[in-house]
């Protein structure tokens, strides 16, 4: 089983910077496509970015594009997301997920972007961003 641990989340004011880390367990974690989805209180999760298996291709929401990096060193068995720029509305839970085999025979936004086809999820770490 593929265990995802997410750390790095805190309270920053806006326009302040965080970077989230998610470690990941087995040797297979360079199989699975990586992503970062949040939930805000009373509102469905939604996605925020996605990373191939490889490294080579990124995927961010709208919202966070020029804000957020996504990155992943295979060799350390990790994943990071980091933030700059944060906005008050960037407040919510940020949950590590990995992506089932969908994810690493099409590395498209339309599959990694989509909550769907990921497999395993970590428990989430929380972000406030003051105003």
């Known amino acids: 089983q593929v265990k995802l641990v997410e750390s790095g989340g805190g309270l920053v004011q806006a326009g302040g910077s965080l970077r989230l880390s998610c470690a990941a367990s087995?040797?297979?974690?360079?199989?699975?496509?990586m992503g970062w989805f949040r939930q805000a209180p009373g509102k469905e999760r939604e996605f925020v970015a996605a990373?191939?298996?490889?490294?080579?291709?990124?995927y961010y929401a709208d919202s966070v594009k020029g804000r957020f990096t996504i990155s992943r060193d295979n060799a350390k068995n990790t994943v990071y997301l980091q933030m700059n720029s944060l906005k008050p509305e960037d407040t919510a839970v940020y949950c590590c997920?990995?992506?089932?085999?969908?994810?690493?025979?099409?590395?498209?936004?339309?599959?990694?972007?989509?909550?769907?086809?990921?497999?395993?999820w970590g428990q989430g770490t929380q972000v406030t961003v003051s105003s």
């Open positions: 997920a990995a992506g089932g085999a969908t994810t690493r025979l099409r590395g498209t936004y339309a599959v990694l972007g989509d909550k769907s086809h990921y497999d395993y």
């Open positions: 990373i191939n298996w490889s490294g080579g291709s990124a």
């Open positions: 087995g040797r297979t974690f360079s199989s699975y496509a």
